[in-house]
């Protein structure tokens, strides 16, 4: 299994512009989540899903727009970037409530100028 | 909603010394969970405690859920400088109803360990 993979690594954005990025699990997990984390934070969840079709706002989710139409894939819209957007991005994969791992993806590091 | 608080926010230990951070909901905890993360790193899951009183260990790291399941601590024995980065701690809002499946994060506790 190649677990949660995020695309891409590294983006800079210029104000204003928008963008998506990618996340996926191939382990069949109905939970996926959102965080970002600011340089010597924790994380704030941004969105999250419990399947298919499903998705419902976190702690942090203005700016940002999500779907989910499959299982496996989760992504992110940035509209209009702005500076405050500037962070790290993490995607994760839960089995369930009960389950003993939730697993990350390596992050997105995004700059917006 | 659900809020967890870390305390310390951060931690300056010498090598050796045993430290303790704490994780506190004013909710109860449905499925507590620990990672570490190295700075700009991704996260390292270090345990998860689901029942009240639950304890685990993991060599020289142990966390603990006290028994009304809202508070963790997680406690090292005699540091190392491998141990330093941020830890965090995660739980889900409730075990049904509206939130479900909503799991957030505490703010995080910097700790550094001194050669």
């Known amino acids: 299994n190649a677990g949660v993979t995020q695309t891409p690594k590294f983006r800079i954005l210029k104000i204003g512009q928008s963008m998506t990025l990618q996340c996926a699990q191939d382990m069949n997990h109905n939970y996926m989540y959102w965080y970002r984390q600011d340089p010597g934070m924790g994380l704030k969840l941004i969105y999250y899903?419990?399947?298919?079709?499903?998705?419902d706002k976190g702690e942090v989710p203005n700016g940002y727009n999500v779907s989910r139409s499959t299982t496996e894939d989760f992504p992110l819209r940035l509209e209009l970037a702005a500076p405050s957007q500037t962070s790290v991005y993490f995607c994760a994969s839960i089995r369930g409530p009960s389950a003993d791992t939730q697993y990350f993806g390596p992050g997105t590091r995004l700059t917006v100028l | 909603s659900q809020e967890l608080e870390q305390s310390p926010q951060s931690l300056i230990v010498q090598e050796g010394k045993n430290l303790t951070i704490n994780c506190t909901s004013s909710k109860t905890l449905y499925g507590l969970y620990w990672y570490k993360q190295k700075y700009g790193e991704g996260l390292i899951f270090l345990m998860m405690l689901q029942k009240g009183g639950e304890e685990k260990s993991h060599e020289k790291i142990t966390a603990k859920l006290d028994e009304k399941k809202q508070q963790s601590s997680l406690h090292i024995t005699a540091s190392q400088p491998s141990h330093a980065g941020i830890y965090l701690c995660?739980?889900?809002?409730?075990?049904?109803?509206?939130?479900?499946?909503?799991?957030?994060f505490g703010q995080g506790t910097i700790l550094t360990v001194h050669p």
């Open positions: 995660g739980a889900f809002a409730n075990a049904g109803g509206t939130s479900y499946g909503k799991l957030t």
């Open positions: 899903s419990v399947g298919a079709g499903i998705t």
